[in-house]
């Protein structure tokens, strides 16, 4: 079982700036796919990125451009860069890992993007 935990929420201004971590419990070299969905308030939960073995990315619309997913093997940690955030980017972030087609979850951070 995989154990995930996330940090780096907060408040922050439209515009601004933050980076979300995510450490996992055990190494992440062999997990098929790594990355963010997040949940805002009564909203389904969508993908935000996605950062597979090989370090290939993908990104929604609402977020290219401005995101950027990134992972450190050596620190089992995946990051999320945003930038440029906007209040509709408020939600809840959960960090995800997909292994042998089983995903983990993390149990989320809280960002809001409010002035």
């Known amino acids: 079982q995989v154990q995930l935990v996330e940090s780096g929420g907060g408040l922050v201004q439209p515009g601004g700036s933050l980076r979300l971590s995510c450490v996992a419990s055990?190494?992440?070299?062999?997990?098929?796919?790594m990355g963010w969905y997040r949940q805002g308030p009564g909203k389904q939960r969508d993908l935000v990125a996605t950062i597979t073995r090989d370090g290939s990315t993908h990104y929604p619309d609402s977020v290219k451009g401005r995101f950027t997913i990134s992972k450190d093997n050596a620190k089992s940690t995946v990051y999320l860069q945003m930038n440029s955030l906007k209040p509709e980017d408020t939600a809840v972030y959960l960090c995800?890992?997909?292994?042998?087609?089983?995903?983990?979850w993390g149990q989320g951070t809280h960002v809001t993007v409010s002035s």
């Open positions: 055990t190494i992440i070299d062999s997990f098929d796919a």
């Open positions: 995800y890992v997909l292994e042998l087609g089983i995903p983990y």
